[in-house]
């Protein structure tokens, strides 16, 4: 008999992952959650529609370790720990080879991470996965995009350009994934499929860093929403961005620079700090305990600008990814 909406909620979705707080989970017309004293509650959504935000091919467990992943990067970028996460999913059909395959990946996700499904909603149309991720902060702790001020170092964690490169794959005018080896797209896929989202180091920043943001948009077009958040602008040297070996050598150096500065899908944070803390941000840098570089410092003047090895000003000809 084919599964109806209750039925597949109850074989797939009724227990997924683990958190504490939860009174009531999966199976009401509400779940009813406990906030610890002395927290605040941060939320985060986003919807990845196929065709849009993956490839019509792609297969269920990429598909969820992404979705749940892009929004785990959100809490991270607030310094939030997660907790729960809701689900929403249209499905142009019920397919129980899809639904067990996408369920269990979202549970190995889920667990490893620390949160737990707790409610949402499954309906018929073009597959679509909209995921909700609550986690707490402590009271007046949240990092947020409008805290920096001039004279801020900024600042990235891991790695940029991989993200938006894996976008050309998906590109038929682009002969990347003709021409990269079986080890380059694996590893291009990895990063797309299963973007690490920075929980640990933006549990480090909570009492350090002054601002943050996560990589989606693109580096130029996210850290202005950091600048223009701050009532700032911000100065970039080009020389620092952290940008892997592997990656230099795939492709000519303007698809190199539109990938980091343009690109997005990274989801790395950026983030800014107070001269009073640098030195300390530097020390961890330096034990290894924070993977980040220093690239810039926030300015007066509003406005992203880059600046070469020699000092002298890039003209930037694009902003970002924009989703209208």
Not at 115 to 139: E, F, K, M, R
Request: proline residues 4%.
């Amino acid at each position: 008999m084919p599964l109806d909406e209750f039925s597949i909620i109850q074989k797939y979705f009724s227990s997924l992952g683990e958190s504490q707080g939860i009174s009531l989970g999966v199976g009401d017309d509400c779940a009813i959650l406990d906030i610890p004293k002395g927290k605040q509650l941060a939320v985060t959504v986003d919807t990845l529609v196929e065709g849009i935000h993956f490839p019509v091919r792609a297969s269920p467990a990429d598909i969820a370790h992404r979705s749940l992943r892009v929004n785990l990067s959100d809490i991270a970028a607030m310094g939030a720990d997660p907790h729960w996460f809701t689900l929403a999913l249209t499905l142009p059909e019920v397919s129980d080879s899809w639904l067990h395959q996408f369920s269990q990946a979202l549970l190995t996700d889920a667990l490893s991470f620390g949160c737990a499904l707790v409610g949402g909603d499954t309906t018929a149309g073009p597959l679509s996965i909209t995921i909700q991720v609550l986690g707490t902060v402590s009271q007046g702790k949240p990092l947020i995009r409008g805290g920096a001020q001039e004279g801020d170092s900024i600042y990235i964690t891991g790695s940029l350009g991989e993200g938006a490169a894996a976008l050309s794959l998906f590109d038929a005018t682009s002969d990347l994934a003709r021409i990269a080896t079986k080890d380059t797209l694996n590893r291009l896929l990895q990063r797309f499929y299963r973007p690490e989202p920075r929980l640990k180091e933006g549990a480090y920043l909570r009492d350090l860093a002054s601002a943050a943001i996560d990589i989606s948009d693109g580096l130029i077009a996210d850290l202005g929403h950091i600048a223009k958040s701050s009532g700032l602008g911000a100065n970039i040297e080009l020389d620092r961005l952290p940008i892997a070996s592997w990656l230099l050598a795939l492709a000519e150096p303007s698809y190199i620079e539109d990938w980091v500065l343009f690109g997005g899908d990274d989801y790395e944070l950026c983030f800014t700090v107070p001269n009073r803390n640098k030195d300390l941000i530097e020390s961890m840098i330096s034990s290894r305990e924070l993977n980040a570089v220093y690239i810039g410092k926030m300015s007066k003047i509003p406005g992203v600008r880059c600046f070469d090895s020699r000092g002298q000003a890039v003209e930037l000809k694009k902003s970002g990814y924009q989703h209208f």
